[in-house]
């Protein structure tokens, strides 16, 4: 009898000691990509917090797995195709993906957002420059100059006689009408020319009056045209950028989104490293991606070459991507085990020493 109940409670003690193992012995094909900070290679090993989480769910769960490196595009298809059992990367949760895969239990919440090049102290100074040498500022200045030559030629028209010593007749006279009315103008006051007549003191008076509204106007005008055009500089939310050229990772959830609000003019690109050499290349004017990994970039960022703007779009989940073939019951265990995983304070720690909090 004592044998019996032995042999009963050494069944009981096997069977909760497998509950929870996956219904294959079969080394599971784990893939990823390259996402900081969340996936990096280091010395040969993973690392990051998805990377963390899914050695934590893997080990909890004895899955004997092998880890295969790949590009999105390629993860998500492996994925689908039966290729590849389980996405270890961030993968967003969208309904596109929903139709083909399966999803943990997601275990972050990110949004999109915008990274900008920054422009450098010298390529601002030389980008001020050659505004001098814009057609706009020529433009701003012609009119300026014609609207200081209309009022001289009034002054000297009133004063050409009764004040010959100082406005005088013939283009000598013009050019001293031209200088009355620029020095007025900026409101220097030399006192070297003033009119004497009662019509030259009109137009005088009216310049005098007038000509600050007018120069306020030109100044802000060939203002404007000297700035320096920073892109996304005075940029507060997405829409700013619907007519500029945007770059993005293709098929991710953020090329999702600029597709499905009518984004037309995006370049997509395989990886974050293309991205950001067609951005340094100004084949792009901004990129558009998921904002902890734009984080991440400028976190490393030791020269300043990029700025994140504070634009933020597009809430995304963050889950493991799982291959529709695997049992019910291991892709529930995975689920609970992130659930179980990320509820706690190791978690949280590590998401602080990223930046991710």
Known sequence: MKKLL???FLLIFLFASVKGLPQTNDTLQVGYNIAPPFTMEKNGQLEGPSSWLWEKVAGELNIPYKLVNMPLDSLL???ASGKVDVGASPLTITSDRFEKIDFSTPFYIAHSSILVHEISATEQALSFIQSFFSVNFFRALGALAFIILVFGFLE????RHQNEEEFGNGLKGLWNGFWWSAVTMTTVGYGDKSPRTIGGRVVAMVWMF?????ISGFTASIASTLTVNQIGSSS???????ERTLGT???SGTD???KDNFYSNVKRYSNMGELIVALQENEIDAIAYDRPILQDLIRNDTISQFSLLD???????YGFGLNRDLSGELKQNISVSVLENTEGMDWKVLLSEYDLQ
């Open 210 to 214: 007038t000509a600050v509204i007018i």
């Open 156 to 159: 000297w028209y009133f004063e």
């Open 256 to 258: 999702k989104w600029l």
């Open 6 to 8: 032995l042999n009963f």
């Open 77 to 79: 298809e492996g994925i």
């Open 236 to 242: 507060s939310h997405i829409q700013d950028f619907k």
């Open 249 to 251: 990772v293709e098929k």
């Open 311 to 317: 634009i933020k779009y597009n809430p995304q989940f």
